[in-house]
C-alpha cells in the first residue's frame, strides 16, 4: 500500500478538503553501489578542504554562489533559511484553467491527491470538486510547499482521483527563439508533404502507454542474471551511425512501402 507523502488541505475559497499526498510514479531503476573493485568495498564519500587538506564536518560547510560579476557570496544556513518558504500544510488554489491551455512542457512531477479521513464531509468536499472539475474540463492552478520548496502545482482529475503536478515557472523553460531554426530554403516540397503525412497516418495509433516499456532496465536486469550465473557479458557490437538522408522523397517512398508489405514494424 502506497504511503503518503505529505498531509494537509487543499483550500478551495471557503471550501477546506483534508487531503493526503501520494507519490504518481514508480521507481523502477536499478541502483547500484560504488566499489572498489580490487576488493569490493563499498566506497566512501568524504569532505576535505583543499587548502588544509583536511577533512572538515557539515557544520563546517558554507555556501558559496559566484556572481555575474564574479564576486563570490559566502551564506549560513541560517542565512539561507531567512529565504525559505513559510510552511504551510495548505495547497491555495489560486484559478481555474482549461486544461488544454496548459503546454505540457511545463509538466515536473506527478502526484495524486486523495481525502484524508473517512468523514463524510471530507468526502463530500472531495467528490463535489472532483466532480465540477470534470464537468467543467478545468484544472486548478494553485501553489503548496513540500519540504523546503514552493511549488506551482497543477490540479486536475485522472482516473475519478485528483492528480496534482508541480508545474516549472515560466523562465525555467527555454524560449525557443533562443533555438536555431530551419532555414526558408529548406522547406519541402509538396509532393514530400503528402508523402510524410501518408507515413504519419500508416504509423498512427490509438495512445497505450502500456505498450511501451524501459528496454534499458529489462537489458539491464539480463545482464546482472547473467552475471549472477557466472557467464560472461559481452558488450554489444557498435551500431553504425545513419548516414544523411541523400534523397528525402526516396527516403519516403522506402519507408512506406516497407510499412505497408509488413517489414517495418507498425503500432497494434
Not at 560547510?61 to 495548505?90: F, N, S, W
Not at 479521513?117 to 486548478?140: K, N, P, W
Amino acid at each position: 500500500m502506497a504511503r503518503s507523502l505529505w498531509s494537509g488541505s487543499l483550500s478551495f475559497g471557503l471550501v477546506n478538503v483534508p487531503v493526503a499526498l501520494f507519490s504518481g510514479v514508480v521507481d523502477t531503476d536499478l541502483h547500484f553501489r560504488q566499489l572498489h573493485d580490487k576488493d569490493h568495498t563499498p566506497v566512501e564519500t568524504h569532505r576535505f578542504c583543499a587548502k588544509e587538506d583536511a577533512e572538515i564536518g557539515w557544520e563546517e560547510i558554507a555556501h558559496g554562489y559566484e556572481t555575474d560579476g564574479g564576486k563570490q557570496v559566502v551564506l549560513t544556513d541560517e542565512e539561507l533559511a531567512t529565504a525559505a518558504p513559510r510552511k504551510t500544510r495548505t495547497i491555495e488554489i489560486e484559478a481555474f484553467v482549461d486544461v488544454a491551455d496548459v503546454d505540457p512542457i511545463l509538466f515536473d512531477h506527478p502526484y495524486i491527491l486523495m481525502p484524508s479521513g473517512d468523514s463524510e464531509g471530507t468526502q463530500r468536499a472531495y467528490r463535489l470538486l472532483l466532480e465540477v472539475m470534470d464537468r467543467t474540463e478545468r484544472a486548478a492552478l494553485g501553489r503548496f510547499v513540500l519540504r523546503t520548496r514552493e511549488y506551482l502545482v497543477l490540479i486536475r482529475v485522472r482516473e475519478g482521483r485528483l492528480s496534482l503536478t508541480t508545474l516549472l515557472f515560466h523562465d525555467e523553460v527555454r524560449p525557443v527563439k533562443d533555438v536555431p531554426t530551419p532555414t526558408k530554403q529548406a522547406e519541402p516540397a509538396k509532393q514530400e508533404l503528402d508523402q510524410a503525412v501518408a507515413l504519419i497516418e500508416a504509423l498512427s495509433c490509438d495512445w497505450d502507454p502500456s505498450r511501451y516499456e524501459d528496454r534499458y532496465v529489462k537489458r539491464l536486469k539480463q545482464v546482472i542474471r547473467r552475471k549472477e550465473k557466472g557467464q560472461t557479458v559481452k558488450p554489444p557490437e557498435r551500431e553504425e551511425e545513419p548516414s544523411p538522408v541523400p534523397d528525402l522523397m526516396a527516403a519516403l517512398e522506402k519507408t512506406l512501402a516497407e510499412v505497408k508489405d509488413g517489414r517495418r514494424k507498425t503500432p497494434a
